[in-house]
């Protein structure tokens, strides 16, 4: 059906999209639920996941619970969408956030890939190619976790920042300690290993002590340390865990 649909004229197809699209999100009208980085209600988020989560995914816009606690702590604890423009890099980009970012950066947001062509730039955060200093604002989720020398990353990070400058490098974390093992190479071994075919290390709460050993310092915030109970309720993050590590220079 989508390539059927890819064939038409972009004057027929994009009404049909939108009618699609529509119609789909129609169930989830409503009230009682807010996805901050869309700014629309609905009735309830929808069940995402391998591991299927309940209330998980905006209709609208696709944010997961990661997302919508980000945009939370940008808004309330950062200095992100303040009057004086942050140049920002945004390392694979996820799609929920670029229009919204591009709303309020300009063209002082850049985003950058290994592999996504919708990217702004190629980049491979092992060896930046960008002058010391060059980012006010860092932030790259789930992606150290795929790459094996992920200290380098967390270093060219560091220099790429600016003095004043902060990063947010957020990746899924287990109760247990680190756990790596480079041998491990087959997808399927790593897929037993560490929970994802490409995945190299699954991070345990000592994340926080590898970020600092580069030289960075660390602030963790929760997602009960932000935000009260009736708010994680109309933000879907009721189930939802995770840390942000809020990551500056000194
Ligand atoms: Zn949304």
């Known amino acids: 059906m989508s390539t059927a649909r890819s064939l038409l004229p972009d004057w027929v197809r994009k009404p049909v999209s939108g009618l699609t699209q529509f119609v789909k999100q129609l169930p989830y009208a409503g009230e009682g639920r807010y996805c901050p980085i869309c700014n629309k209600t609905s009735r309830k988020f929808r069940a995402y996941g391998i591991n299927r989560r309940e209330g998980a995914q905006c209709v609208f816009c ?19 969408f303040s009057d004086t423009p942050k140049r920002m890099l945004h390392v694979a980009p ?20 290994l592999y996504n062509s919708r990217a702004m730039v190629k980049m491979d955060i092992t060896n930046i190619e960008y002058p010391d200093e060059s980012f006010d604002v860092i932030y790259c989720s789930h992606v150290l976790e795929h790459v094996l020398d992920d200290r380098l990353a967390m270093s060219e990070f560091l220099r790429v920042l600016k003095k004043d400058g902060w990063a947010i490098l957020l990746v899924p974390i287990d109760k247990r300690p680190t756990y ?14 560490f929970g994802k075919e490409d995945h190299v290390r699954i991070y345990g709460a000592d994340y926080a002590d590898r970020l600092r050993e580069v030289g960075f310092h660390v602030e963790a915030t929760t997602i009960a340390d932000l935000i009260d109970e009736s708010e994680r309720t109309r933000l879907g993050l009721v189930t939802a865990g995770g840390v942000i590590h809020y990551c500056t220079r000194t």
């Open 94 to 113: 996820e799609s929920c956030f670029e229009p919204a970012f591009r709303e309020k950066l300009g063209d002082q947001y850049l985003t950058a890939d």
């Open 180 to 193: 790596e093992d480079p041998s491990i190479v087959d997808p399927l071994e790593r897929l037993k290993h």
């Open 62 to 80: 696709g944010s997961l619970e990661r997302h919508r606690f980000l945009w939370h702590f940008l808004t309330k604890k950062t200095d992100l």
